[in-house]
């Protein structure tokens, strides 16, 4: 058997696939290390298999000892796990309000630190720990009235985001062992944003304060969305430093051109599946490792669920069948045929029910 990501022979795994040789016939089994902290990208245009192979490792990590997975869910795909048989939780996400610094309030509202309101934030944030606290102290302010008036209208957009709670999620709640979804599909990106920001920094605050024995597996799906706004700071450092405390990041996108390049080059674990665009292999290529040599794109696969696997560990290189999920997959577009398919369905049995198609009317 095969370990991608280690040399040494034991620790936990996640069963990834089996290789497929070059007339596409599966090989041996490959597994994927989940005993040491990591930082994985997995790549692919749309449909290529990018969520499915995620999935994939979150059913590994939901299997593996002393490990704590965190799933980043913007579109719903993992949604279905809360009724499969495995130790997962989805929650609407809501975070406190002083998991984010008053930096990161004046970047998630998008306002200057320096200037009026945005100085006005910041003050905020510094001396209240909830977000009612800092609209009671804006309200309060004796500051001139133009900055306090537009301070306190960005507090109230923050407050329609519904995601700020003095009893919002909290790293030990993360780190109970089980599957942690955050579903995103309902928040914009700012507040989506701000979400990832406050648990990236808790999971790797809490492994630095030794609070947790398990190691924190991030899993962040759509990553192209987090990478300019308030969580591109927390993501960049756990995949620079989040290694050493023992947090892994694994990024999921179909735009690796938007992805920085210091993640890229940071990533221990390249899952590449098929990809078209020049920008997105040109950005993985500038990265490339140098044992991986010859043409990047003409080493990628074609297939859906098939991959190319870098192991920047090992310095290997692997092409691989991800192997088929055993709990649910939420990533299916829907096909107009489907709800064509359906409506008729619904037709059918409207009919049935009201005795149209059996005549005993
Ligand atoms: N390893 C696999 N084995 C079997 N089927 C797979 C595999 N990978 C992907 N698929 C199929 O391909 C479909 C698309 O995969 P997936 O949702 O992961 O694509 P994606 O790359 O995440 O797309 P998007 O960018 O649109 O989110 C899945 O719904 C599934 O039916």
């Given at each position: 058997m095969v370990v991608i990501g280690?040399?040494?022979?034991t620790g936990e795994t996640a069963r990834l696939g089996h290789y497929r040789a070059r007339d596409g016939s599966r090989g041996a089994v490959i597994d994927l290390d989940v005993d040491r902290p990591h930082v994985g990208l997995i790549v692919g245009k749309r449909g290529s298999g990018k969520t499915y192979t995620l999935g994939v490792l979150v059913e590994g990590l939901l299997s593996a000892e002393g490990v704590a997975p965190v799933v980043v869910d913007p579109m719903g795909a993992f949604t279905p796990l809360d009724t499969a048989d495995v130790s997962a939780t989805v929650v609407d996400p809501s975070v406190r309000a002083d998991a984010l610094d008053p930096r990161q309030w004046c970047t998630v509202l998008g306002l200057d630190p320096e200037q009026g309101a945005g100085a006005l934030v910041w003050r905020a944030a510094s001396e209240c720990p909830t977000l009612d606290g800092m609209r009671s102290w804006m309200a309060d302010s004796d500051a001139a009235a133009s900055s306090v008036r537009a301070a306190a209208n960005h507090l109230s957009l923050a407050a329609s985001w519904d995601i700020f709670d003095p009893a919002g999620i909290e790293a030990g709640t993360l780190c109970n062992g089980g599957l942690t979804v955050?579903?995103?599909?309902?928040?914009?990106s700012r507040p989506a944003g701000a979400v990832l920001a406050a648990v990236a920094t808790a999971l790797y605050d809490a492994r630095v304060a030794e609070q947790t024995t398990r190691l924190p597996w991030l899993l962040v799906d759509e990553a192209h969305a987090f990478t300019d706004g308030v969580a591109q700071r927390p993501l960049r450092r756990l995949v620079t430093r989040g290694r050493q405390p023992g947090v892994s990041c694994v990024l999921a996108t179909q735009r690796p051109s938007a992805v920085p390049a210091t993640t890229v080059s940071q990533t221990d674990l390249l899952v590449a599946h098929r990809l078209t665009s020049t920008a997105d292999i040109d950005a993985l290529q500038a990265a490339?490792?140098?044992?991986?040599?010859?043409d990047f794109a003409a080493r990628?696969?074609?297939?859906?669920?098939d991959a190319l696997v870098v192991d920047d560990g090992t310095e290997s290189v692997h092409h691989v069948t991800v192997r088929e999920r055993q709990t649910p997959h939420g990533g299916e577009t829907p096909r107009a045929s489907d709800l064509v398919a359906d409506s008729n369905h619904e037709a059918r049995s409207g009919a049935l029910q009201s005795g149209d198609a059996t005549g005993t009317k």
């Open positions: 280690r040399e040494e022979p955050l579903d995103m599909s309902e928040l914009a490339q490792p140098t044992y991986l040599d010859g990628l696969p074609e297939a859906t669920g």
